[in-house]
């Protein structure tokens, strides 16, 4: 089996379904440091990562924003002295797609 963050992002569809609890919760298991979190209605996944420093932090915020890009699929990113906040969710069907989970496993292999 590929680990998460080799496994490839699919095209989202208007159509498509956000991802069922259980659905969910398959997925996190397979990730380190994610949670959850609605924020005005919408389920996104989300982690704050910690640095020495703002450029530390700021390098790291740049390198997501890349993986971002590539993959044509954009994160909420707060960026502080000393950590970043990441935030994936499908804006075009409202929750949680497996992409987000591909994106969020993505940003752990760079933090590492």
Partial sequence: MLSLSEEDCQRCHETDSPLSASACDNYLQRLEGWEIETVNGVQQLTRTFTFKNFVE????????GDIAETADH???????????????????IGGLHPNDFILAARTNALYE
């Fill in 57 to 64: 932090a700021l390098d790291f915020t740049n390198a997501v």
């Fill in 74 to 92: 954009h994160p909420a990113l707060l960026t502080e002295w000393g950590k970043v906040k990441v935030s994936w969710w499908t804006h075009l």
